[in-house]
Antibody, heavy 117, light 110 residues
Framework: EVQLVESGGDLVQAGGSLRLSCAAS????????MHWVRQAPGKGLVWVSR????????IYADSVKGRFTISRDNAKNTLYLQMNSLRAEDTAVYYC??????????WGQGTLVTVPS | QSALTQPASVSGSPGQSINISCTGT?????????VAWYQQHPDKAPKLTVY???NRPSGVSNRFSGSKSGNTASLTISGLQAEDEADYYC??????????FGTGTKVTVL
């Protein structure tokens, strides 16, 4: 059974940093492209970033480009999202998800990041 | 990248069929057969319901079907059931190699 468990969410002041983790199990992590998606309270889904299976290629939403960095450790079956220069509008539940061809297949339960305004 | 446009809400009675539209541009929905749909119940993670415009993952009911015409994709739920009451989001791959989600549709079973 595929399992994705996010962690690292917290309350952080504007301008601060946070690193999220996503522990993966039940599938071959090193062969899977991975994504981060976020959802502000009461709002819709917003795609954040994607990384290829070997970590050689990454891409970001314009709203986080230059502030967020996606990375992975295939030896630890773990995906990361380093978030710097956090803003109030970054407040959201952050989900990690496995990537299919043009879709996001399995999702974790999410971790909440709060940046007070 | 602007969000894809979905109706805010759709409702139907048990047993009826409903359609949810998802309108984008030729740079996303219209340009690729990489449209997916996700079901999200309150306080739960999204669940993949349709991918590649019209394919269903294993375990998803055949009451869910997808289609696309031009820049607009659609999700049809037939034989509406109480458990189908949820938020639904479309998504598409884009010409900039990013992804974009729809604005979301709340489905209510009357």
């Amino acid at each position: 059974e595929v399992q994705l468990v996010e962690s690292g969410g917290d309350l952080v002041q504007a301008g601060g940093s946070l690193r999220l983790s996503c522990a993966a199990s039940g599938f071959t992590f090193s062969r899977s492209w991975m994504h981060w998606v976020r959802q502000a309270p009461g709002k819709g889904l917003v795609w954040v970033s994607r990384i290829t299976d070997d970590g050689s290629s990454t891409i970001y939403a314009d709203s986080v480009k230059g502030r967020f960095t996606i990375s992975r450790d295939n030896a630890k079956n773990t995906l990361y999202l380093q978030m710097n220069s956090l803003r109030a509008e970054d407040t959201a539940v952050y989900y990690c998800a496995t990537g299919g061809q043009g879709y996001l297949h399995h999702w974790g339960q999410g971790t909440l990041v709060t940046v007070p305004s | 990248q602007s969000a894809l446009t979905q109706p805010a809400s759709v409702s139907g009675s048990p047993g009826q069929s409903i359609n949810i539209s998802c309108t984008g541009t030729s740079s996303d929905v219209g340009g690729y057969n990489y449209v997916a749909w996700y079901q999200q119940h309150p306080d739960k993670a999204p669940k993949l319901t349709v991918y590649g415009v019209s394919n269903r993952p294993s375990g998803v009911s055949n009451r869910f079907s997808g289609s696309k015409s031009g820049n607009t994709a659609s999700l049809t739920i037939s034989g509406l059931q109480a458990e189908d009451e949820a938020d639904y989001y479309c998504s598409s791959y884009t010409s900039t190699s990013q992804y974009v989600f729809g604005t979301g549709t709340k489905v209510t079973v009357l």
